[in-house]
């Protein structure tokens, strides 16, 4: 077991309660990726199924160095046309990014189709999250395509001061 400063670091235990209608018909994806630049598309060729929960991390530092900046590209995001006011009651793609310090932030949200949207300067940790729900709407529900790889322009970062 891991021990820093004579504590043991004994992980996360995490409880919650809720209600699912069909918890037990829930298909839950996850993928996990060191790869300093990628494509992630789900699903492959046809539409997306009802009743998916999915996630992919890439982690593209490494250790004793700091985070790189990516540049991640939504080439499509096809999501089916959800009939409700609020179209994020239905189907939906979130980007999140995690800091360098460990914090989580959503960066992006996607509750209809669009195709071409960059998110310049991510960090290089982030998490792709995909949810449908329950029920198949019409639209173009063939999921979504992305690529990241290394920022085109990464924000400058001060030399640090080395005269004494
Ligand atoms: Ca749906």
């Known amino acids: 077991m891991y021990s820093l400063n ?16 069909d918890d037990t018909n829930t298909t839950h994806l996850s993928t996990y990726s060191r790869t300093p630049s990628g494509l992630i598309g789900y699903p492959v060729g046809g539409a997306y199924p009802p009743s998916v929960v999915a996630t992919w991390t890439i982690d593209a530092t490494s250790v004793n160095s700091t985070p ?14 959800c009939p409700n006011t609020d179209p994020c009651t239905c189907d939906t793609l979130i980007v999140y990014e995690i800091s360098d310090k460990g914090l989580m932030s959503m960066r992006e949200r996607y509750c209809s189709s669009t195709t071409n949207n960059v998110l310049s300067n991510a960090p290089g940790r982030f998490i792709v999250a995909f949810f449908s729900d329950a029920t198949t709407q019409s639209g173009s529900g063939d999921g979504f395509q992305l690529q990241y790889l290394s920022a085109a322009d990464p924000p400058v970062t001060p030399e640090p001061d080395t005269s004494e």
Do not use: R
């Open 6 to 21: 004579n504590v043991l670091s004994k992980g996360f235990e995490l409880l919650f309660y809720g209600y699912n209608k």
């Open 68 to 81: 790189p900046y990516l540049d991640i590209n939504l080439q499509s995001v096809g999501l089916e046309t």
